[in-house]
């Protein structure tokens, strides 16, 4: 069965055309554990060969090493079969071991270290090291990386990027790319949708990436965000679909979320989704990947996969068939928001 698309043109110059899965390359990136190129590619060449054709990847992810592993697979094929997408907002800066960037997070990646940089040079200084490192003539979106308050630590700075975003003109600057037809579409690659609204309602943004903030498990966007989007028809792709894994694994003891060991209460609350979809005969982690994409203004859903098993895992959640059922029944018992699109 082939992965359903969706096409997205919010401002008619061509659009985009996404796989409903697409491939979160941050675990290539030797993200939480290295793995070998070979097990990289093979996670890639599983992806392709199961009708993936959307990739995002970041400078970040690996200090440019799912960048420079994604270079030798899209050679040779032909550009207009997959979308790429990656992030500005970072540039990765040569260092000494000891000063290097993510340790504890980025296993055996290149000694680099994180600056960054929202203005106007920095954006485009990091377009130029992103084509060197993917090898490609085109990247398809560019998002801005974390103006959240979950990459800076607090309010008060995660305000200041912005600002310097806006002042900086970092944003004209990615705006300039989409106008001479470099890119086809701006947007942001946010932990926060508070974030992504404050973007929308100052910017003229197209997509945006929304990690783990619409889930199964969190449906607070809909209080203002996502009806803003449905309205300017900005399309949205969900990352971390899973909540860090404990979408996917179910509530056993240790599981993640947010990245970090679940507390007891959201424990229960996977728990009592889990009961509900046992009930239905669907697996946890098919309704999780498939919930998000029930909303109008949803265009993929972006898991990772750091192995060609969870690779296999997430296209068979890709094609899941989850009746409408499961969903009443998740309002009825409160464990889904009433306004929460499932039809």
């Not at 296209?315 to 989850?322: F, G, R, T, V």
Request: glycine share 12%; with cysteine.
């Amino acid at each position: 069965m082939a992965l359903k698309t969706r096409h997205w043109d919010r401002i008619g110059n061509g659009g985009v055309t996404f796989t409903e899965l697409g491939f979160g390359t941050a675990p290539l990136g030797n993200l939480y554990k290295a793995i070998s190129d070979e097990d990289a590619r093979a996670t890639l060449d599983a992806a392709w060969e199961g009708g993936v054709r959307y990739y995002d990847t970041a400078p970040l992810y690996g200090m440019g090493l799912s960048e420079t592993r994604l270079n030798p697979f899209l050679r040779g094929k032909p550009r207009e079969d997959y979308v790429l997408s990656s992030k500005v907002g970072r540039l990765m800066q040569h260092c000494a071991p000891e000063h290097r960037s993510g340790v504890g997070k980025w296993f055996e990646v290149p000694c680099r270290r994180e600056q960054y940089d929202y203005t106007y040079d920095g954006v485009m200084r990091s377009v130029e090291h992103s084509f060197s490192r993917l090898g490609v003539d085109r990247i398809d979106i560019l998002y801005v990386h974390d103006l959240c308050i979950f990459s800076h630590g607090s309010k008060e700075v995660s305000d200041m990027r912005i600002e310097e975003f806006f002042g900086g003109r970092g944003y004209d600057a990615m705006v300039s790319l989409r106008d001479q037809g470099l890119v086809q579409a701006i947007g942001g690659g946010i932990n926060e949708w508070e974030v992504c609204q404050t973007l929308a309602e100052r910017g003229d943004f197209d997509l945006f990436l929304l990690a783990g903030r619409y889930t199964l498990l969190e449906q607070e966007a809909l209080n203002g965000f996502l009806p803003l989007c449905e309205a300017r028809g900005i399309g949205i792709v969900t990352g971390g679909p899973y909540n860090s894994g404990i979408l996917a694994t179910g509530a056993k003891p240790g599981a993640y979320y947010n990245y970090d060991v679940a507390p007891q209460d959201v424990l229960d609350r996977v728990s009592a989704i889990e009961a509900v979809c046992r009930d239905h005969g669907v697996r946890l982690v098919d309704a999780a990947f498939q919930f998000p994409l029930l909303h109008p203004a949803h265009v993929a859903v972006i898991p990772g996969g750091q192995g060609v098993s969870e690779m296999q895992g997430n296209l068979a959640a890709a094609q899941a068939e989850i009746p409408a059922a499961l969903w009443d029944d998740l309002k009825a018992k409160g464990l889904m928001r009433e306004d929460a699109p499932t039809g």
